[in-house]
């Protein structure tokens, strides 16, 4: 609508700002979450680009104590907002049920992928205080899982 295009026309103005604030938050969040490498694979920029970050994803290693829900479970009691990996491995979505499809491999990483993928945000008006409390908050869960197992 007219209305919607006037709103994003305004918002250009900031998007420069955005980007910067977006990546500033990506920068602390990876710098907070580097000591957790051994339990999370932690993102990078493809060499050569310059994101934009959307948000910060993060996929729990296989011989993690703990696995993807259960961090999600974690952080969303801390009213630290998740999102899963949006498609996942497309062939196990239900729209695929039925369908003529030509399969390579076993898609063994593609199921890692979907089922051990959280993103948090990087959403500009994140302060520094949040994006802290959400790293503090993924270590302390590490450090309980590493003591108990789970």
Known sequence: ???QAAVGVAQLDKLDDFIARRNANFKRLLKGLKPLEEFLLLPKATK???????????????DAPF?????????????????????GSLVRQPAYAGLDYRVV?????TD???HGTLWVGCYPGLTPPMLAYMAESIH?????A???GR
């Open 105 to 109: 491999g076993d898609l063994a990483n």
């Open 48 to 62: 050569g680009s310059e994101p934009s970050w959307f948000g910060f994803p993060m996929r729990v290693r296989e």
């Open 146 to 148: 590493r003591r108990t």
């Open 140 to 144: 302390e869960f590490v450090r309980d």
């Open 1 to 3: 609508t007219d209305m």
């Open 67 to 87: 696995d993807r829900n259960a961090l999600v479970r974690f952080l969303e009691g801390r009213r630290i907002a998740t999102r899963l990996l949006f498609g």
């Open 112 to 114: 890692r992928i979907m």
